[in-house]
Nanobody, 125 residues
Framework: QSQLVDAGGGLVQPGGSLRLSCAGS????????IAWFRQAPGKEREGVSC????????SYRESVKGRFTVSRDNAKNTVYLQMNSLKPEDTGIYYC??????????????????WGQGTQVTVSS
């Protein structure tokens, strides 16, 4: 069974950093387009970042550009989201997601075939 396991969330002060991981089991992440979404309380789930299957190109939502970096370690079958200069508005549950048919970024909510279970990120002083 294909699964994604998110990890790495926590409580961090504004300006701090976290690195989220998304480990795949039962399938190869490098053969899929992988995205990170987040959902804040009372808000819709939104796309944050994406790494494409075909050429490894990346995309980011405007509010995280220059602060977040998505990367892939094929040997570990894992995708990472490095988050720096965190702000309170980055707070939410972060989910990794796989689009098994997509080859490019970005991907939308309804393109997702496999979701991770989510990891909580809280940015607060």
């Amino acid at each position: 069974q294909s699964q994604l396991v998110d990890a790495g969330g926590g409580l961090v002060q504004p300006g701090g950093s976290l690195r989220l991981s998304c480990a795949g089991s039962g399938f190869t992440l490098a053969h899929n387009t992988i995205a990170w979404f987040r959902q804040a309380p009372g808000k819709e789930r939104e796309g944050v970042s994406c790494i494409s299957q075909n050429d490894g190109s990346t995309s980011y939502r405007e509010s995280v550009k220059g602060r977040f970096t998505v990367s892939r370690d094929n040997a570990k079958n894992t995708v990472y989201l490095q988050m720096n200069s965190l702000k309170p508005e980055d707070t939410g549950i972060y989910y990794c997601a796989a689009d098994v048919r997509g080859v490019t970024c970005p991907i939308g909510y309804y393109d997702v075939d496999i979701w991770g279970q989510g990891t909580q990120v809280t940015v607060s002083s």
